[in-house]
């Protein structure tokens, strides 16, 4: 598979290389730092390249934006044409003390990050996916605490695009757990703010994964 990767951070970073050693064929963009994309796609190996937002988008089938809020539409309104691809966000409405978010069912804008991103790409097939996901589990060396392998809740109202995204999902090494349709990125990037005001409050980020028990 294709994958572009727009936002060269802690997020971006990590999922690109675990993917580029899952076999598949990886464009790092968007950084103000030229030579840190090409060292990152250096360091996630041969199939793995740096490029320009607008070649990480033409040359995929699957988009994982990972860039901060404010950003986001001059990203997408540059990106060229997203029609088709399959739009991976974890994206998030977070407030930077944490404090709450900025778009969300608890605030006046009775939305989502990833509903909007649907709005701004309406040929896109966004899906929600990691936003309980600490950057730095990702880069660690195994996803797994103890024996439990946490999950990665999705959302999406492409069932297609959903299976790509489980499946991009399981090869990190973590359990996918469909969510349901894209409204529901509004609960989700909700529960992902919880999780982080829980995780700094606890003292326990950012080695924390989450998990649905069931039986
Ligand atoms: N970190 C986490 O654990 C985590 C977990 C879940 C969700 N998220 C969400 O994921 C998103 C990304 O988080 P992150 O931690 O990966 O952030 P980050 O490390 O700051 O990465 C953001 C990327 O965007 C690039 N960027 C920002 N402004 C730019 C500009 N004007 N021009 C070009 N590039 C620009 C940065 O470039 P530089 O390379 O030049 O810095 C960086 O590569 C956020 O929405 C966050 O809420 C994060």
Known sequence: MKIGIIGAGN????????WANAGHHVIFSYSRDEAKLRELAIEAGKTAKA????????????????????????????????????????????????TGQTIGIATDLKTSVAEII????????????????????????????????????????????KQVVA?????????????????????????ATAWVQFAVSSQLFPNLGLKALRR
Not at 88 to 96: E, M, N
Not at 168 to 188: F, H
């Open 51 to 98: 490029g320009t937002v607008q070649a990480a988008v033409a040359d995929s089938d699957v988009v994982l934006l990972a860039v901060w809020l404010p950003t986001l539409e001059a990203v997408i309104q540059t990106a060229g044409s997203l029609d088709g691809k399959i739009i991976i966000t974890c994206v998030s409405g977070l407030q930077p003390d944490f």
């Open 167 to 191: 499946g991009l999902i399981e090869e990190c090494g973590y359990e996918s757990v469909d969510a349901g349709n894209l409204m529901v990125a509004r609960t989700l990037e909700t529960l």
């Open 118 to 161: 649907q709005q701004l790409a309406p040929g896109a097939k966004v899906v929600e996916a990691f936003n309980t996901t600490f950057a730095e589990i990702l880069a660690s060396d195994s996803r797994q605490f103890g024996s439990d392998m946490p999950n990665v809740f999705y959302c999406g109202d492409d069932s297609e695009a």
């Open 11 to 18: 997020m971006g970073a990590a999922l690109g290389k675990l």
